[in-house]
């Protein structure tokens, strides 16, 4: 078995024992490996192992590696999901709407609609997150939470894309309880979206919050699904 499989087994563990002591079924978290940085072989031996979700932060090095995984592996890459969980600017939307099955990290109706109006027709909707800003950073992306509810209606309207969570990254805190509290957060605007009941959320179910360190307190508040890199790849080097 590769490090990564090895790794991979490790994190479903923790995410395991995590949801035993939060009361909650392990069948309700799910994880996306985050591969940003990571060749496609790294994806590969993920693959194998069983893993299919995958998030990326970088969406030019994301696209040129889906394409050398579909020449590496082509039966494979087919399987795959991919996510997008970094920001996405006006120039790149046609990359993620014609590219990727999910954009987990859409702040403003704008890029919103530019992602609906980009999705290819022979392809299925493109599933959105809409991500939340709950530390309230100026210098941090993310809708603000008081205007999260309107945001996400917006987005609910536009008719090639599914509103299916919310998203948040929030600054790291030092202690599990003040990890657990930030996420709550998180987990605050998601009910207050879903309690609208507006048109579009029939597929309203992905709360997207954790990370290599801070997964435990994120299940413990909610997450359906939380972005591991580190923990499953190893320490990342940037060029």
């Known amino acids: 078995m590769t490090t990564i499989a090895n790794n ?7 995410m395991a024992q995590a949801c035993q002591g939060a009361g909650r079924a392990p069948a309700s978290v799910a994880l996306l490996a985050v591969s940003k940085t990571f060749g496609p072989e790294a994806v590969h031996s993920a693959a194998l192992a069983g893993q299919r979700a995958f998030g990326e932060n970088y969406i030019q090095e994301a696209v040129e590696k889906m394409a050398a995984l579909r020449a590496l592996a082509p039966e494979l890459a087919a399987t ?4 997008c969980i970094g920001p ?21 109706l704008k890029i919103a609609q530019r992602l609906s109006d980009q999705r290819p027709a022979h ?9 939340v800003n709950v530390d309230g950073g ?4 993310g809708v603000a939470p008081e205007e ?9 309207r536009l008719p090639r894309l599914v509103l299916r969570g919310v ?36 597929r309203f179910d992905t709360l997207s919050m954790g990370m290599t360190g801070d997964l435990e307190a994120a299940i413990a508040a909610g997450s359906t699904l939380v972005r591991v890199g580190r923990g499953i790849f190893g320490a990342r080097t940037y060029s």
Do not use: Y
Not at 8 to 14: D, R, S
Not at 88 to 108: C, G, M, P, Y
């Open 123 to 131: 392809l299925p909707p493109l599933m959105v997150c809409i991500q």
């Open 138 to 141: 100026a210098t941090k992306s």
């Open 167 to 202: 998203l948040s990254i929030p600054d790291d805190a030092p202690d599990f309880e003040a990890q657990r509290a930030l996420h709550a957060r998180a987990a605050a605007i998601f009910e207050r979206i879903k309690a609208q009941g507006f048109a579009g959320l029939e």
């Open 88 to 108: 996405i600017q006006s120039n790149k939307t046609r990359l993620v709407a014609e590219h990727f099955d999910w954009a987990q990290t859409v702040d403003r």
């Open 80 to 83: 795959l999901e991919w996510h």
């Open 148 to 156: 999260a509810v309107a945001l996400a209606e917006a987005v609910a």
């Open 8 to 14: 991979l087994q490790k994190v479903l563990g923790q």
